[in-house]
């Protein structure tokens, strides 16, 4: 049983690493970046409402995602774990998916269930290396400008979890920086299954 959320910066390879802890531990990678990205490419209603957000680099608005997130954890590959790559986002999520998991705990615990534990890591790359690996990806927001403003808006909403987990003592800081195999590594070090 595992759960693990990554946080990180736009570029510091949350969803390579996700995928790849995904397969190690048996647990659906859960991306909010890509539900959204299908929505839009579906262009259902939360797609069309999504999109000019994330084209600008802005947050989708927490009344779009929360219901979003909730459907996804609710889906029966995710009862053994999951690993979250772009969510919680900002502090009214991060105390949403808290919530989520105290429930589920307690849900567990009457059904003499194993315990579930939740690691939240931080994936830190200087912010010089994420404009060149993302301007390398391109993506449809992986221009300059687009990635400047979501550094900024990382810098703004999401770096304040970090304080929001060490207070919890649910904080693993990696360093990104490295080769992606080099990472895996450390992440393996990181994360405790329970
Ligand atoms: N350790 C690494 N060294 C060099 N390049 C990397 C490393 N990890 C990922 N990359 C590359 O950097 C780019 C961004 O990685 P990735 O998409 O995993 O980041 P992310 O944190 O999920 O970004 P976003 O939040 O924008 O979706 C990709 O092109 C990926 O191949
Ligand atoms: N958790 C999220 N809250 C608000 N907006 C989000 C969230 N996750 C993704 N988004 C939007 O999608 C793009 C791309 O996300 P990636 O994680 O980089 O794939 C992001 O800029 C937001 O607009």
Redesign the pocket.
Known sequence: MVQVIFLGP?GSG??TQAARVSELFQVPHI???????THVAQQTDLGQK?KA??D???????G??LDM?LDRLHQPDAQKGWIL??????VA?ATFIEQVVLQQKAENASENAQDKSLNTINLEVPDQVLIERLLARG?A?DCEQTIRH?LQ?YHEQTEPLIQFYRDRNQLSIVNGNLSVDQVTAELKKAIVAA
């Not at 600008?56 to 927490?62: A, F, I, M, S, W």
């Open positions: 736009p949350k969803g991306s909010t970046g890509d539900i959204l990205r999504a957000f994330m600008r680099g802005d947050l989708v608005p927490d779009l995602i997130v790559d772009g969510f919680p986002r900002n999520q993506r927001d979501r808006v």
